[in-house]
T-cell receptor, first 117, second 115 residues
């Protein structure tokens, strides 16, 4: 199957700083990528849909100025958590749609654990 | 709105028994329904999926059924084994105009298989 790589796997940052998480599709081009956040013992909550070459589409309740998404190429989307606070500590996970061969399968990255201290 | 409801939230079965997890979705236009298994701190692993033009799909001990009229789909695991213990999530696609669908997840079911 297709591979989606996410970095870093875990990161600790100080409150008030910003942190960037990268999501790469390694063997296919992805015009659409998705960013999720998952708190302990909860489900994956969609934050935004990342669209190559255009603005991301944010879900209701997600602050677009706090969670900056950039999808500058067909293989890379980044999520920047700006002015992070302890309540932003969570598991962030991206996914990308593989549309090759008329397929529509979505593959997930490994996830990134963010701890804000 | 876009919603996927999943039940039960926890499920405990004896090894060898069957386990059934059920989900309902809100958008009749949804056309793709994957099921994921997630172990703590790891990415969701796709275990089976079904598209709206099919009513049932089976892969060894795992099967998924879809009732489009009622907008619900179910995961069936037979002959459960301790290694099946994990959190299972259902999901459904909700359409984004001209951009394909986005996956919305159910709340998850923590399955425990007792030896």
């Amino acid at each position: 199957g297709a591979v989606v790589s996410q970095h870093p796997s875990w990161v600790i940052c100080k409150s008030g700083t910003s942190v960037k998480i990268e999501c790469r599709s390694l063997d296919f081009q992805a015009t659409t990528m998705f960013w999720y956040r998952q708190f302990p013992k909860q489900s994956l909550m969609l934050m935004a849909t990342s669209n190559e070459g255009s603005k991301a589409t944010y879900e209701q309740g997600v602050e677009k100025d706090k969670f900056l998404i950039n999808h500058a190429s067909l293989t890379l989307s980044t999520l920047t958590v700006t002015s992070a606070h302890p309540e932003d500590s969570s598991f962030y996970i991206c996914s990308a749609r593989d549309q090759r061969n008329s397929g529509n399968t979505i593959y997930f990255g490994e996830g990134s654990w963010l701890t804000v201290v | 709105g876009e919603n996927v409801e999943q039940h039960p939230s926890t499920l405990s079965v004896q090894e060898g028994d069957s386990a059934v997890i059920k989900c309902t979705y809100s958008d009749s236009a949804s056309n793709y329904f994957p099921w994921y298994k997630q172990e703590l701190g790891k990415r969701p692993q796709l275990i089976i999926d079904i598209r709206s033009n099919v009513g049932e799909k089976k892969d060894q001990r795992i099967a998924v059924t879809l009732n489009k009229t009622a907008k619900h789909f179910s995961l069936h695991i037979t002959e459960t084994q301790p290694e099946d213990s994990a959190v299972y999530f259902c999901a459904a696609t909700f359409q984004i105009y001209n951009q394909g669908g986005k996956l919305i997840f159910g709340q998850g079911t923590e399955l425990s298989v007792k030896p």
